[in-house]
């Protein structure tokens, strides 16, 4: 079990590393000149190239890396190039509001798919099984922006319940938090949950016709116990490999539920930088969104570890 | 009688069975496979798959178990009424211990602790010491199907229905395996029914058998009496295809 | 019930290709003729889905839009499958090392979704279709190449395959003649399902702006726009949000109808 999960450690920490060369190269090779970039075409060649020293941009692009790189390390992700303000602290504040919405979005996939997608399976041959199926069908259909258009226009504007966007810390007033966080996670929960309810049931469903559940009810677990206690847990190893992508794409889907509701996460600081055309921000937002989807793979691994006692090794 | 069972119909797979087992009794049910067996077996434990019913009458100990409530069924199943599957390898929790998978019966059907315990040595007692800490990945077929006996025997059934328990394994874990079925019950007084293909493992476990083919009784007796003067083509030719003659 | 899918996901797919075919010789409008004074139109004959802020044709603008979702989707998994079948392919078919070696590659590409690398090429070369395409074909790749890999590991291993190696036939030969053949219900089904996800990509990303750019009609857009007016005209925001809905749908169901035609297999486990 340890060796395994040292070979993963291994493997994220290589990735991280190669991933990391990759978004710089891609921001640095590419763009020409990001001082140029970020000043504007109207900027003197004397402006930029103060501006390049002064950002260090004019040094070899290795050193730019390793610069980078190692500063990132410790917390420090440089300053923009636009705003001359460090970047780190700002990153640490969005990501906090970006992690919320991600937890709160799927919690609400969680607590919709796995009833729901059990329910579809259990009685995948009746009608109200079958209609569950369908919602979820038609449920993944629905962009998670358009879920939230349509949340915002039926609790925020016609029954007034409750905000339509904007962000209260939680350590500022608790209860309108919670409020704010509501509309936000259901967008993004909902479509997850349609998703996810799909595989819930397809693994539910496996499991159901697996021999060890009926030696479960032969010891006299009635149906629905026998599936708990013997079947959730093999179920949920398909599952989770589902909920580890999933993860992935809610980080990168709070960009867009950020955007319908104002909400001062990372997405809308990446949609920020690149409107104004700050690249080292860009450079930091993608790292740190691209490191988040690494390490949730690696989580979601490990975890196999824990769920299958099988792969763990005799 | 421990089982009685009357006029049994399963669809049209199965039609008309009637047969007792008395308490303490072996009774062998033979047939090649799709002779509905099996459903039998299954329809005795209230386990069908949902699209089939089950007609006519099963009584445990006098008690009527066709169309009774599943709260009533579930309350014999791995106490009175228990069952060794064919297949050992998917027939345990991959998920489970093992010790936890055999105590789990206990936990289900009698009060008070020490399940853990109890099930350490009813592994024990069919040959797997020191194993309850073990996931079933980690043992061989024929241990699996020690551990499926082990939980079938956890209550101390007055029925055990084994559906060809030996078929899967190794001839040479499968005298084995025969002979802790025959322990387990004898010890405890169950009646047992066992389902197989095999004639020589009826000849050595059972004291009564039934023949079915296509989904009826068309012939039982005691062991004896069908194996040395069988009356029905069907098990006149059971006997001619087995090896059984040649090694007696 | 399966062949449900089949039928319903092929209507909803043909629904959109023929809008979209159409609306190269016929639009009721031109989608992106400004028309001040007939703005914010509700439902009537001239214009059956309204007008919208600009005073543009819904329909017309639907209809020119179906052709934007359709052209990124192609694009987007002919990139992938163009791409990930053969890497697939060939991880499939090589000595371990090199199998894992792209196997690795894939879980890095996989770390970079498409909206997050649709916002990395936007803000490097400036958002357009152009881009919005190439990087949702990227992100795309690795399904491909794993579907490309799973099924050419099994088709390796076949006693058909088996033969044609003993025969003296070249890799080249039988991944043209044994695998490829053999693998392509997969892709296919693969090809239907990214499809799908291509269309909610393209939306999302156009909605953010860095898609398809005006005055090209794009559904995420349309969406987008509608955002100002969505109290009072609801319709405006409905009407390409149930345009992206039917696309997704038909096209995920399309894919789940194919997979049981095509592929059996991989029907009993999804």
């Known amino acids: ?314 | 009688m421990t089982l009685e069972v009357q006029g049994l119909g399963i669809a049209d797979l199965v039609r008309g069975v009637s047969f007792g087992i008395a308490r303490g009794e072996r009774v062998g049910l033979i047939g090649e496979s799709g002779s509905g067996k099996s459903l039998t077996a299954l329809s005795i434990m209230g386990l069908l798959p949902e699209e089939l019913a089950a007609s006519g009458s099963v009584k445990l100990d006098g008690r009527e178990l066709l169309g009774a409530p599943e709260r009533e069924l579930s309350r014999l199943r791995g106490n009175d009424l228990s069952m060794v599957f064919q297949e050992p390898m998917t027939a345990l929790n991959p998920a489970m211990r093992v010790g936890a998978q055999v105590a789990e019966p206990m936990r289900i059907h009698r009060d008070g602790g020490k399940h853990r315990a109890a099930a350490a040595d009813l592994l024990d007692s069919v040959g797997l010491p020191g194993t309850s800490r073990a996931y079933p990945h980690q043992l061989s077929g024929g241990q699996r199907q020690r551990v499926v006996l082990a939980i079938a025997l956890a209550n101390n059934p007055k029925l055990l229905i084994c559906d060809e328990p030996t078929t899967a394994l190794d001839v040479t874990v499968q005298a084995r395996i025969l002979e802790l079925i025959l322990d387990g019950v004898r010890e405890r007084e169950s009646a047992l029914l066992f389902i197989t293909h095999d004639l020589a493992v009826v000849a050595s476990v059972c004291e009564r058998v039934l023949v079915m083919l296509d989904g009826e009784i068309v012939e039982s007796g005691t062991t004896r009496d069908v194996l040395t003067a069988p009356k029905h083509e069907y098990t006149k030719k059971l006997l001619a295809a087995s090896d059984l003659e040649a090694s007696r | 019930m399966r062949n449900r899918s089949l039928l319903i996901g092929a209507v909803l797919v043909a629904l959109i290709v023929l809008a979209a075919l159409l609306s190269f010789v016929w639009t009721p409008f031109d989608p992106v003729r400004v028309d001040a004074p007939n703005r914010l139109h509700d439902f009537s004959g001239a214009n059956p889905l309204g007008t919208d802020s600009f005073g543009r044709d819904v329909l017309s603008q639907l209809m020119v839009g179906a052709r934007t979702t359709l052209y990124v989707g192609v694009v987007a998994v002919g990139i992938a499958a163009l791409i990930g079948t053969p890497l697939g392919i060939l991880a499939g078919m090589s000595s371990r090392w090199l199998g894992e070696f792209v196997m690795r590659a894939n879980d890095l590409v996989l770390a970079f979704p498409a909206l997050l690398l649709a916002i990395m090429f936007g803000a490097v070369f400036g958002a357009t279709t152009l881009t919005a395409m190439v990087a949702i074909g990227i992100a795309t790749i690795p399904s491909f190449a794993r579907i490309a890999r799973s099924g050419t590991l099994q088709v390796m291993s076949s006693e058909f395959v088996l033969a044609a190696r003993s025969a003296g036939r070249s890799r080249l030969n039988i991944a043209a003649r044994h695998v490829l053949p053999n693998i392509f219900g997969m892709l296919i089904v693969q090809a239907s399902v990214s499809f799908a996800i291509a269309v909610l990509a393209e939306a999302a990303l156009s909605f953010l702006g860095f898609g398809t750019r005006p005055p090209t009609p794009s559904w995420g857009r349309m969406l987008q726009e509608s955002q100002v007016f969505l109290t009072l005209h609801p319709r405006l925001a409905l009407v390409p949000g149930v345009a992206i809905a039917i696309a997704v749908l038909g096209f995920n169901l399309l894919g789940d109808g194919l997979r049981d035609r095509l592929d059996p297999r991989l029907a009993a486990r999804l």
Do not use: C
Not at chain 1, 280 to 304: C, E, H, M, R
């Open chain 1, 1 to 314: 079990m340890t060796v395994r999960v040292l070979r993963r450690l291994a493997i994220l920490v290589a990735s991280v590393l190669v991933a990391s060369i990759v978004v710089f190269l891609f921001m640095a090779v590419l763009p020409g000149d990001p001082a140029q970039v970020a000043l504007g075409v109207n900027a003197t060649p004397e402006l930029v190239a103060k501006t390049r020293a002064e950002f260090g941009i004019d040094r070899p692009l290795v050193t730019q890396y390793f610069d980078w790189i190692g500063g990132v390390l410790q917390g420090d992700f440089g300053r923009s190039y636009v705003t001359r303000e460090e970047i780190g602290p700002a990153l640490a504040d969005r990501l906090g509001v970006t992690l919320w919405l991600v937890g709160a979005g799927m919690l609400v996939a969680l607590l919709i798919a796995v009833p729901a997608g059990t329910f579809a399976a259990v009685r995948h041959r009746k009608a109200d099984g079958t209609a569950v199926s369908g919602l979820s069908q038609i449920g993944v259909a629905i962009p998670a922006f358009l879920a939230g258009i349509i949340l915002v226009q039926i609790f925020a504007v016609q029954l007034r319940w409750l905000p339509s966007g904007g962000w209260t810390p939680p350590v500022q007033d608790t209860g309108e938090f919670l409020r704010g966080l509501v509309l936000p996670a259901l967008s993004l929960g909902l479509v997850q949950g349609a998703v996810l309810t799909r595989y819930v049931r397809s693994a539910v469903l496996d499991t159901l016709g697996q021999d060890y559940l009926r030696t479960a009810r032969s010891k006299g677990l009635r149906p629905f116990p026998a599936l708990f206690r013997h079947g959730l847990r093999n179920a949920a190893v398909p599952v989770v490999t589902v909920l580890g992508l999933q993860l992935a794409t809610l980080l990168i889907g709070a960009v867009v539920v950020e955007r319908v509701f104002v909400l001062p996460g990372l997405g809308s600081m990446l949609l920020d930088s690149v409107a104004s055309r700050d690249l080292l921000s860009v450079q930091g937002i993608v790292l740190v969104l691209v490191v988040g989807v690494l390490l949730v793979n690696f989580v979601v691994d490990v975890l196999y570890t824990v769920l299958d006692p099988r792969l763990r090794g005799s």
